[in-house]
């Protein structure tokens, strides 16, 4: 208890580790957001801004593609010209506003894709726009035409003239001479495309260092559930749904309020891995073949490895990543067993496959009562899952059943909300 009690978590170094898993829709963006964010900061520094302005910009450059959710939506942005850029901006705004720790920023990624228009996009409707939306703007742009497969000073004078030509009209011209005047030095393209960008990230100024209390970093959680689980109608309200389930069933079993808190954060996050895992393959309706479930078996190590890079969420990480581990060590990936098992993810595992199996999906209505006590009550008798939790689960099967239905019909309106447009405001500016 004494650990998670000292548990300390910076708000820096967990976004810039979670922005890296909003590029594993598509490998081709990778380290995408961070070097948008070393980019904009050298933009920002340049540009005179001061250090808390410049974390803002670091904050909403690390989130900016949050509105993000599809492989097709992912590609398009590699085009210069985006079509259609407002959407996946209003829609990340939307996702971010309400949450207390980011939502200063979250006009900034509502705006990062405002054009310049003589001058005109220095407002949003009657809003002014943050000066760090355009730097991200431009920042964004920049590393989009940035070729990762040729020199990077060879690229320097067609990038620089590419921007140029569109100063004014995309770009604030007086931010596209701030980058005409970093573009002289080599360094600047050297870190724009250093390929060790964690090292830049963590090494740079402009990294918040604020620690997060166990309230934010609920939020910061609860937030990237929705980045996991939106990107697909099958699974859109899967981590709320393990997230309650799991948090009352840890109280249930005589875990402490702040463990309690930690679990459900644990069940937020459980399923991050799955943002390396195909689309296609989430949305299967039927059984998934041996090569499908060999690539969906991976999610739990890509879990475990991006929860890794978090100093301070050691215990979650465990709770969350192996929820796939089974009691007779048959699980995976790691095939721990037994006491080396942590009760944690004993609790995950059962709150995981009880959510699994009552909720509804696209292609199928959720087991009844009868059949699910059934099914978890088996794997128990298989030993795959802890019989004490099990049996503390069934005792109180119709409560879980009951905050995990609750949750999931507000959150499945918020994921409605999002894709229908709900939230957008309908000032939307001429310039976009």
Same mark, same amino acid.
């Given at each position: 208890?004494?650990?998670?009690?000292?548990?300390?978590?910076?708000?820096?170094?967990?976004?810039? $580790? #979670?922005?890296?898993?909003?590029?594993?829709?598509?490998? $081709?963006?990778?380290?995408?957001?961070?070097?948008?964010?070393?980019?904009?900061?050298?933009?920002?520094?340049?540009?005179?801004?001061? &250090?808390?302005?410049? &974390?803002?910009?670091?904050?909403?450059?690390?989130?900016?593609?949050?509105?993000?959710?599809?492989? +097709?939506?992912?590609?398009?942005?590699?085009?210069?010209?985006?079509?259609?850029?407002?959407?996946?901006?209003?829609?990340?705004?939307?996702?971010?506003?309400?949450?207390?720790?980011?939502?200063?920023?979250?006009?900034?990624?509502?705006?990062?894709?405002?054009?310049?228009?003589?001058? +005109?996009?220095?407002?949003?409707?009657?809003?002014?726009?943050?000066?760090?939306?355009?730097?991200?703007?431009?920042?964004? &742009?920049?590393?989009?035409?940035?070729?990762?497969?040729?020199?990077?000073?060879?690229?320097?004078?067609?990038?620089?003239?590419?921007?140029?030509?569109?100063?004014?009209?995309?770009?604030?011209?007086?931010?596209?001479?701030?980058?005409?005047?970093?573009?002289?030095?080599?360094?600047?393209?050297?870190?724009?495309?250093?390929?060790?960008?964690?090292?830049?990230?963590?090494?740079?100024?402009?990294? *918040?260092?604020?620690?997060? !209390?166990?309230?934010?970093?609920?939020?910061?959680?609860?937030?990237?559930?929705?980045?996991?689980?939106? +990107?697909?109608?099958?699974?859109?309200?899967?981590?709320?749904?393990?997230?309650?389930?799991?948090?009352?069933?840890?109280?249930?079993?005589?875990?402490?309020?702040?463990?309690?808190?930690?679990?459900?954060?644990?069940?937020?996050?459980?399923?991050?891995?799955?943002?390396?895992?195909?689309?296609?393959?989430?949305?299967?309706?039927?059984?998934?073949?041996?090569?499908?479930?060999? %690539?969906?078996?991976?999610?739990?190590?890509?879990?475990?490895?991006?929860?890794?890079?978090?100093?301070?969420?050691?215990?979650? !990480?465990?709770?969350?990543?192996?929820?796939?581990?089974?009691?007779?060590?048959?699980?995976?990936?790691?095939?721990?067993?037994?006491?080396?098992?942590? %009760?944690?993810?004993?609790?995950?595992?059962?709150?995981?496959?009880?959510?699994?199996?009552?909720?509804? &999906? *696209?292609?199928?209505?959720?087991?009844?009562?009868?059949?699910?006590?059934?099914?978890?009550?088996?794997?128990?008798?298989? !030993?795959?899952?802890?019989?004490? %939790?099990?049996?503390?689960?069934?005792?109180? #099967?119709?409560?879980?059943?009951?905050?995990?239905?609750?949750?999931?019909?507000?959150?499945?309106?918020?994921?409605?909300?999002?894709?229908?447009?709900?939230?957008?405001?309908?000032?939307?500016?001429?310039?976009?």
């Amino acid at each position: 208890m004494e650990m998670l009690s000292n548990m300390k978590v910076k708000l820096g170094a967990l976004l810039a $580790t #979670f922005s890296k898993t909003l590029d594993y829709v598509d490998r $081709t963006l990778s380290n995408h957001h961070l070097r948008v964010a070393i980019i904009a900061d050298d933009i920002a520094k340049t540009s005179g801004l001061s &250090r808390q302005v410049r &974390r803002d910009i670091f904050v909403a450059a690390t989130l900016h593609d949050i509105g993000v959710f599809s492989l +097709r939506e992912k590609l398009s942005l590699g085009d210069y010209d985006i079509k259609n850029p407002y959407e996946h901006a209003e829609k990340g705004y939307c996702m971010i506003k309400e949450f207390v720790v980011l939502n200063n920023v979250a006009p900034i990624v509502r705006h990062h894709h405002i054009r310049w228009d003589d001058g +005109r996009g220095r407002y949003f409707g009657e809003e002014e726009v943050h000066q760090g939306a355009h730097i991200i703007h431009l920042a964004d &742009r920049i590393e989009i035409l940035l070729d990762k497969g040729i020199g990077v000073l060879q690229q320097r004078d067609p990038i620089v003239k590419a921007i140029s030509s569109r100063a004014n009209t995309l770009f604030d011209p007086r931010l596209v001479e701030v980058f005409a005047d970093l573009s002289e030095k080599e360094c600047f393209w050297f870190d724009a495309s250093y390929s060790e960008v964690n090292e830049l990230i963590f090494n740079s100024e402009a990294i *918040p260092e604020k620690e997060l !209390n166990i309230d934010e970093l609920e939020e910061v959680a609860r937030l990237f559930s929705h980045v996991i689980d939106f +990107r697909s109608v099958f699974t859109a309200v899967h981590s709320a749904g393990v997230s309650e389930v799991a948090s009352a069933l840890a109280r249930l079993v005589g875990f402490s309020s702040l463990e309690c808190r930690l679990v459900a954060i644990a069940g937020y996050l459980h399923d991050i891995g799955k943002l390396a895992v195909p689309t296609e393959i989430l949305e299967k309706p039927g059984k998934l073949d041996e090569a499908e479930m060999n %690539i969906m078996k991976s999610h739990t190590y890509y879990s475990y490895t991006i929860l890794n890079l978090v100093k301070g969420l050691e215990t979650v !990480n465990m709770w969350a990543s192996f929820h796939h581990e089974r009691m007779d060590g048959k699980g995976y990936p790691f095939h721990f067993k037994g006491d080396s098992l942590p %009760i944690g993810s004993r609790i995950m595992a059962v709150a995981d496959v009880l959510t699994a199996i009552s909720e509804d &999906r *696209p292609y199928r209505k959720g087991m009844d009562k009868e059949t699910a006590l059934f099914v978890i009550q088996d794997l128990g008798s298989k !030993n795959a899952l802890d019989r004490a %939790i099990i049996k503390t689960a069934v005792a109180h #099967f119709d409560y879980l059943d009951e905050v995990r239905h609750d949750v999931q019909v507000r959150v499945r309106q918020e994921y409605k909300n999002l894709k229908t447009g709900i939230c957008f405001s309908d000032n939307r500016p001429k310039n976009t």
